[in-house]
């Protein structure tokens, strides 16, 4: 499984910090004890042409035995590019603009972009209803969504990133704090959010 973190670094810090690369030691979801670090591995993620890798800790729970990914909440599961960067564009297509536009300027291939958009217009209706239950259970009122699945959804995002915040006294853009309430699932390629698993 995944444990998402917070982190105020760019994926280029990220990537630079190496060795001093300091991650909160989580307690296990499972039995909430404290758990260890417990080795890690090195995953890609692009940032326009160049793919830097990042080291993603590992926890383990010497309780339950359970061990788990630490992942930073900049990226997603399963996707190659920064969650900001995925964000900005598919907000930029719902308003209007062309996904050859956009990967013309961010130099990604087309499909890449398009696929973006479809992924989540095809779970845009599931997104807003995790994203909006998450809004209230931070505290946060919720107020009238725009008309369309994909609008509606990019404002959950908003409302969830500012509860979150909020709450929790953090920094960082709406894509990345969505994608901590999101458990790293905000835009994944084949999973549901785990409030839909759940
Ligand atoms: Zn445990």
New binding site residues.
């Given amino acids: 499984m995944t444990i998402v973190w917070h982190t105020d670094m760019t994926a280029r810090e990220y990537a630079a910090a190496g060795e001093d690369l300091e991650v909160p030691r989580p307690d296990?979801p499972?039995?909430v004890?404290a758990m260890v670090f417990w080795g890690s591995y090195d995953r890609p993620v692009r940032i326009g042409t160049i793919e830097l890798r990042l080291r993603i800790r590992r926890a383990m729970?010497k309780?339950?035995c359970?061990s788990h990914a630490l992942l930073p909440d900049l990226v997603a599961v399963g996707r190659l590019d920064p969650v900001e960067v995925i964000g900005e564009a598919v907000a930029e297509m719902a308003s209007g603009a062309t996904a050859g536009a956009i990967a013309r300027r961010i130099s990604l291939p087309y499909t890449t972009v398009r696929d973006w958009r479809r992924r989540l217009a095809s779970r845009a209706r599931l997104l807003s209803a995790g994203l909006l239950a998450a809004t209230v259970a931070l505290g946060d009122l919720v107020g009238l969504l725009p008309v369309g699945e994909v609008l509606a959804a990019i404002c959950a995002v908003t409302a969830a990133a500012h509860a979150c915040r909020r709450r929790f006294a953090i920094n960082g853009s709406d894509w990345t704090v969505a994608n901590l309430v999101a458990g790293g699932h905000l835009f994944s390629a084949n999973t549901d959010p785990p409030w839909i698993a759940a």
């Fill in positions: 296990c499972d039995c004890r729970c309780s339950c359970s």
